[in-house]
């Protein structure tokens, strides 16, 4: 049976993220990512597999951006045994590196888990932003 004590032990493992992205620290990201990662990320290509494609996204935004903020809002877990999932709404926000400030966008996540030798490891991610059937373009100015 699930406890509160693992769900916060997943909410702790989330938090880190937005402190890791904050610090620009890849090798704090690497420990919350599982080596065979799925990433279902904003940008191309469709699916960014295996933890270095991971940590590349998250370079690739260390390289955009002089500050980094991340948010986390509304995240709803389901633990059970060894797996888990959450979903909730993301925003990164920050600095640019030409200077320009940016709040960022709000985008729908879902996070799922699996316990590893006692640790809580994401195997799998997806970020997405809705999309106006009409136009085809992604709705980006939506908040939670």
Same mark, same amino acid.
């Given at each position: 049976?699930?406890?509160?004590?693992?769900?916060?032990?997943?909410?702790?493992?989330?938090?880190?993220?937005?402190?890791?992205?904050?610090?620009?620290?890849?090798?704090?990201?690497?420990?919350?990512?599982?080596?065979?990662?799925?990433?279902?990320?904003?940008?191309?290509?469709?699916?960014?597999?295996?933890?270095? @494609?991971?940590?590349?996204? %998250?370079?690739? *935004?260390?390289?955009? +951006? /002089?500050? =980094?903020?991340?948010?986390?809002?509304?995240?709803?877990?389901?633990?059970?045994?060894?797996?888990?999932?959450?979903?909730?709404?993301?925003?990164?926000?920050?600095?640019?590196?030409?200077?320009? @400030?940016?709040?960022?966008? %709000?985008?729908? *996540?879902?996070?799922? +888990? /699996?316990? =590893?030798?006692?640790?809580?490891?994401?195997?799998?991610?997806?970020?997405?932003?809705?999309?106006?059937?009409?136009?085809?373009?992604?709705?980006?100015?939506?908040?939670?």
């Amino acid at each position: 049976m699930p406890t509160q004590h693992e769900a916060d032990e997943i909410r702790r493992k989330v938090d880190r993220i937005a402190e890791a992205l904050h610090a620009k620290d890849l090798d704090g990201l690497r420990q919350i990512y599982a080596a065979d990662v799925v990433s279902f990320d904003v940008e191309p290509p469709l699916q960014h597999v295996g933890l270095e @494609a991971k940590l590349k996204n %998250w370079a690739n *935004v260390f390289a955009f +951006f /002089r500050d =980094v903020h991340y948010e986390v809002r509304d995240l709803t877990l389901t633990v059970d045994g060894t797996v888990a999932f959450g979903h909730g709404f993301g925003r990164l926000s920050g600095t640019l590196e030409s200077g320009a @400030a940016t709040s960022g966008m %709000w985008v729908r *996540v879902t996070l799922c +888990f /699996r316990k =590893v030798d006692g640790n809580w490891l994401i195997t799998h991610d997806q970020v997405s932003v809705p999309f106006d059937m009409r136009s085809g373009r992604g709705v980006v100015d939506l908040e939670p």
